[in-house]
């Protein structure tokens, strides 16, 4: 039986990895670090490569994943837990993370009950007014690529997350339907420069970009 891991593996290549890494190194310094502050506890779910929590400009730095490799990948001072992630966020404790973070995710869970028990227990661990930062693909804009891997599981738009979101007790922070292209396997962009320019053309997102990007916080019931 395949493992993640080895999927992974086969997926990205180590050169591949390098140039994702310096990737997201401008995607957080343009777009997601304005949404964390210096002091934040920040919590990466299915961390992965871990490029942003490597990234990412906090005091605290926690990345969950359930692949063992995720340890090799981490940045000194990243404290790594490896476990299934609905069993590792049920032993965080209440309010204890200002942000978490997940980065194409959601899909790769079993089905839309899973998504509304992970989306409920990282409401659990936010504190009050705390943000989930996803970038997940937008089924509306990726239908065509979508199902060409093979742990995608769940389909979403951004307007199905959004519902799931307010259904877990979320209010919608940002909304940005069509930010990234697909995978950085896609045409464009696939420098830094190139990036940072395709960052500050929105009109060039709307016409490439098959990821969303949706901000959200802890709502108060």
Partial sequence: MVQPGELYRQRFATADQERRAALWEVLCRVVLQRYVEPTDTVVDVGAGFCEFINTVRCAHKVAIDENPAVREHA?????????????????????????????NFFEHLRDKHAVLNILGEIRRILVPRGRLIAIQPNIRYAYK????????????????????????????????PRLLPYTTKSRLPQTTWLLRL????????????????????????
């Fill in 75 to 103: 940045a000194e001072g990243v404290n790594v837990i490896v476990g299934d992630v609905h069993a590792v966020l049920g032993n965080v404790a209440d309010a204890t993370a200002n942000v978490v973070f997940c980065s």
């Fill in 145 to 176: 690529e979508y199902w060409d891997f093979f742990d995608h599981h769940v389909a979403l738009s951004h307007a199905s997350f959004s519902e799931a979101l307010q259904l877990s007790g979320y209010c919608i922070e940002h909304l940005k």
């Fill in 198 to 221: 395709y960052l500050s053309l929105p009109p060039l997102q709307w016409l490439l970009g098959k990821q969303m990007l949706v901000v959200a916080r802890k709502a108060e019931r």
